[in-house]
């Protein structure tokens, strides 16, 4: 159950209120703790472009590091705060509730951020430029892990068969087709993409408008990390914590090798112990068995 700091503004509401010229973006950024990590997200979402004409809300997963006055304080009014009294579990179980939620709205569109990304001034811009010309589902984050397999008329668009949760926009009517056909699970964006075989394709941009933190994460290792491919990044707070993230990524990954050295160095080590144990199990069965059969002589 989310708990609102103040109620929703819903596009029709500031539409009659005279609030902005329109309201139909649903801009979401769900959040379990590592409150550094969600400001240095949030200083990027701050400088979005067209973020007048959105909802910013932090979905607080029940975070036990901070509470929902913290972040009120913290990030309010520019986002608004809805926080659950308990964690969900994982990030999978938290977009099923956003969802849910954002199905009750009157938003026209989802965007889907995350509490580790880096987002470009320019991506609201991108999204109002393409996404009339997709299915209703667009993601921003051009990632390796999820190849393409087709191009489209639009050059700065691909169409892929998998994405992630991270950095993605979502139509109402997706949204209300995936809570009707695709139950949750722990694997809900694999799920929700195997279903869309077929029925609607996944358009990518091409050079990512948003790019993660580091090399870790939920669905994340060292070794298998979702990185945006030709991510640009435009604002000043996007443009300082991306040379933050290249220090950072310089600094996890040759930590990485030094550990991936070391466990090698380790490994060779127990592997030339256990030959020389074995060789020498040899020789003494060896020298066993010439001793039994020189005994049977005498």
Same mark, same amino acid.
């Given at each position: 159950m989310w708990i609102l700091a103040r109620p929703l503004l819903s596009p029709s509401l500031a539409l009659r209120w005279g609030r902005i010229p329109f309201m139909k973006t649903l801009i979401a950024v769900p959040a379990f703790n590592r409150l550094d990590?969600?400001?240095?997200?949030?200083? !990027?979402?701050f400088e979005l472009d067209g973020l007048t004409h959105a909802d910013l809300v932090i979905f607080n997963d029940g975070s036990t590091d901070y509470s929902h006055s913290d972040l009120t304080q913290e990030f309010a009014p520019q986002a608004q705060i809805v926080s659950s009294p308990t964690n969900s579990g994982r990030a999978d179980f938290a977009v099923h509730a956003i969802f849910n939620h954002f199905a009750q709205s009157d938003y026209q569109r989802l965007f889907l951020c995350d509490s580790d990304l880096i987002v470009s001034s320019s991506a609201l811009t991108f999204v109002d430029a393409h996404?009339?010309?997709?299915? $209703?589902?667009?993601?921003?984050?051009?990632?390796?892990?999820?190849?393409? +397999?087709?191009?489209?008329?639009?050059?700065?668009? =691909? =169409?892929?068969?998998?994405? $992630?949760?991270? $950095?993605?926009?979502?139509? /109402?009517?997706?949204?209300?087709?995936?809570?009707?056909? =695709?139950? /949750?699970?722990? @694997? +809900?964006?694999?799920?929700? @993409? !195997? +279903?869309?075989? $077929?029925?609607?394709?996944? +358009? @990518?941009?091409?050079?990512? /408008?948003?790019?993660?933190?580091?090399?870790?994460? /939920?669905n994340s290792t060292g070794s298998s990390f979702d990185f945006g491919e030709g991510f640009t990044p435009t604002g000043q707070a996007a443009i300082s914590r991306s040379l933050a993230n290249l220090e950072r990524l310089v600094f996890e990954l040759k930590a990485q090798t030094q550990q991936h050295t070391a466990e090698n160095t380790a490994l060779r080590k127990r592997l030339r112990r256990t030959a020389k144990l074995q060789a020498l199990g040899l020789a003494l069965g060896?020298?066993?068995? !010439?001793?039994v059969a020189l005994w049977g002589t005498l």
């Open positions: 990590r969600l400001r240095d997200t949030m200083s !990027t979402v996404f009339s010309q997709t299915e $209703g589902i667009l993601s921003l984050l051009n990632a390796s892990a999820h190849p393409a +397999y087709a191009s489209t008329d639009a050059t700065d668009m =691909v =169409v892929k068969h998998s994405i $992630g949760f991270a $950095g993605t926009v979502w139509s /109402q009517e997706v949204v209300a087709e995936v809570l009707r056909h =695709v139950p /949750q699970s722990t @694997c +809900y964006d694999w799920d929700i @993409c !195997t +279903y869309m075989r $077929g029925r609607r394709k996944i +358009y @990518c941009a091409t050079k990512s /408008q948003v790019q993660h933190f580091g090399t870790h994460g /939920q060896a020298t066993a068995i !010439t001793a």
